[in-house]
C-alpha cells in the first residue's frame, strides 16, 4: 500500500466509513482520493522552517556551502519526495478509475 492510499483509507476512517465498502463499485476509500491529492499538492513545498531544519542534515554532505544553499538543497529533497509521492497518487487514482469502469 503505497501512502496516498493509506492516506485516504485514514480519511475514509476518520470520516466513520468502512474503507472495504463496496457499494459504489470500488472500495470507499478511493472516493478520498482527490482529497488526498489536494493535500499532496499543498504540501509541495517546504515552509521556510522545514528547510532549515532539513539543511541542517544537508549540511553534513557539503560543508562548504552556505546556509541559503544549504536550504535549497534540503528543499529540493523535500520536493523530491513530494513529486514521487505525488506520481504514485495519479498512479492510485488511475487504478481506481480503471477498476471502477471495469465494475460497471
Given at each position: 500500500m503505497n501512502l496516498i492510499e493509506k492516506a485516504a483509507r485514514s480519511v475514509c476512517h476518520a470520516d466513520d466509513h468502512d474503507a472495504e465498502d463496496m457499494s459504489s463499485g470500488a472500495p470507499r476509500w478511493t472516493t478520498y482520493l482527490p482529497q488526498v491529492m489536494t493535500v499532496v499538492d499543498?504540501?509541495?513545498?517546504?515552509?521556510q522552517v522545514m528547510k532549515e531544519a532539513g539543511s541542517e542534515i544537508i549540511r553534513h554532505?557539503?560543508?562548504e556551502k552556505s546556509d541559503i544553499g544549504h536550504q535549497s538543497d534540503a528543499a529540493n529533497v523535500w520536493r523530491f519526495m513530494m513529486?514521487?509521492?505525488?506520481q504514485d497518487g495519479r498512479h492510485a487514482v488511475a487504478a481506481t478509475t480503471t477498476v471502477s469502469r471495469s465494475r460497471i
Open positions: 499543498a504540501l509541495h513545498e517546504p515552509s554532505v557539503g560543508a513529486d514521487t509521492l505525488h
